[in-house]
């Protein structure tokens, strides 16, 4: 349905759904509330039956139409598509039946969504049929989908299936981190998704101390120690899980950086690098040198990384890296894994008498750790790693701070890359849409084109 369609308003009047009062009365509630299409405004005002309202719209546009509650849905809708692309596309889907599948939309109208969400159930081997609703009628369903999600952790008593029912949910929305933050009266859980931290549950503040005291069990933390520290959860095959606690005035917080073991390497350019071999042979190439990715944590170093490692692979050349932990397995390379005993240079200076070409050392956090990386980039190495700082030219400031000599960084540092994670446009999300700018003097409104 679409909210700017006056013949749809002069259809419902001529088949006797709506008055012309109705209308009036609508379009003046669609000044304050644009978003909204004229067919939900209508509903909202109840002007007319909603049943009989969203069968003549249906009609009037050529599309089956039904009136959505909770109870005509027949399926579990998680096991089909996301809770987040159902909301970003206003679809519900809500009965399966010889291999079709029967959608609602607020919008059949948006082609865009429409074929996102055909495609997502394609592939899932079921053709779509497609129904028009209520957006009111989306949003309660998504709204009950979104509060079960949070009561399966709310409900459940025992604080180790609570932490376990976090963690799973977590991994099946691919986030990336969890919070358990400690507040005035609650304990506060939330996901980073995309980048983007969402709220995902608040426990009441009786279960704080029983939830912190698992974490720290399953996580190989001390449990008298109220200060901060660092483990690692080894419960769930598929996943490394880094754990972080920092003590803050309510309590103790809790982040978790889920990592995916087996996790697929990105090929270099689909990751924003140049699509320039030549260019790139000569920043990521080199004997003799030292290659440093820079940016703050979070920003994708090591996806970077594990992409210059995975193009210059080959079976010919010794691959050695050096990872706290080993984020994704690649073949042909000789992973190690650091643990509680080591340190990096300790790691390094071992693996230069293992004869290898290229050796990725995860970070360099220290003077010494800096010094063995830059001696083996001039020994024939190539080294690859990773250093927090703001910008490309900082890498060198820092090294300089580490008291590595202006010679060696000269002679040595051959490639220095600063990055940032950016939200792109996803191509069967983005669309054009009006937007309104007015002048102090006169109000006057100006239309445009932008994309979302």
């Known amino acids: 349905m679409d909210a700017r369609r006056q013949p749809i308003g002069i259809e419902l009047v001529r088949r006797g759904v709506v008055s012309e009062n109705d209308i009036a009365k609508a379009l003046e509630y ?23 309202l969203i069968h003549t719209i249906g009609d009037i546009l050529g599309e089956k139409a039904m009136l959505l509650h909770e109870n005509d849905i027949k399926i579990k809708i998680e096991e089909y598509i996301s809770v987040d692309v159902l909301r970003q596309n206003r679809a519900i889907p809500f009965e399966v039946e010889n291999g079709k599948v029967k959608v609602c939309f607020s919008d ?62 977590a991994m099946e929305k691919r986030a990336s981190d969890i919070h358990f933050e400690p507040m005035e009266n609650s304990l506060r859980i939330r996901y980073r998704i995309d980048g983007e931290l969402y709220t995902e549950a608040n426990i009441e503040k009786e279960k704080q101390t029983q939830i912190i005291g698992r974490l720290k069990a399953i996580s190989n933390m001390h449990q ?19 754990v972080s606690s920092q003590p803050n005035i ?85 992973q190690i894994e650091m643990d509680a005993k080591t340190t990096f240079q300790d790691s390094l200076r071992t693996v230069l008498r293992q004869d290898p070409d290229i050796i990725l050392v995860g970070e360099i956090r220290d003077t010494e750790t800096a010094e063995i990386a830059m001696q083996a980039g001039q020994t024939g190495h190539y080294v690859l790693s990773t250093i927090h700082t703001i910008d490309s030219v900082e890498v060198i400031t820092r090294l300089r701070k580490m008291g590595i000599s202006n010679y060696d960084i000269a002679s040595t540092l051959a490639t220095s890359v600063s990055q940032r994670l950016v939200r792109k446009v996803c191509p069967n999300c983005a669309r054009q849409r009006d937007f309104t700018r007015r002048r102090n003097s006169n109000n006057a409104k100006y239309w445009s084109k932008v994309r979302c």
């Open 108 to 169: 059949t109208a948006n082609r865009r969504a429409v074929d996102t969400v055909r495609l997502i159930l394609l592939n899932k081997g079921l053709v779509m049929e497609k129904y028009i609703t209520f957006d009111s009628n989306i949003d309660a369903v998504i709204k009950s989908l979104e509060g079960n999600s949070k009561n399966d952790i709310q409900s459940t008593s025992d604080v180790s299936g609570l932490i376990d029912t976090v963690i799973k949910k």
């Open 224 to 242: 008298e120690k109220q200060e901060s520290q660092d483990g690692r959860i080894i419960l769930y095959p598929d996943y490394n899980i880094r």
């Open 250 to 334: 309510y309590g103790e917080k809790f982040v978790l950086r889920l990592l995916k073991k087996n996790a697929d390497v990105k090929r270099l350019f689909d990751l924003g690098f140049p699509n320039d071999e030549a260019m790139v042979n000569r920043s990521f190439n080199k004997r003799n040198s030292i290659t440093i990715m820079a940016a703050p944590t979070g920003e994708g170093k090591t996806t970077s990384l594990y992409s210059i490692i995975d193009y210059l692979n080959k079976p010919e050349i010794n691959v050695t890296t050096i990872e706290d932990p080993v984020e994704i397995r690649i073949p042909g390379l000789n």
């Open 30 to 52: 669609q000044k304050t509330h644009r978003e909204q299409k004229l067919g939900d405004i209508l509903n909202t005002l109840q002007v007319a039956n909603s049943y009989t």
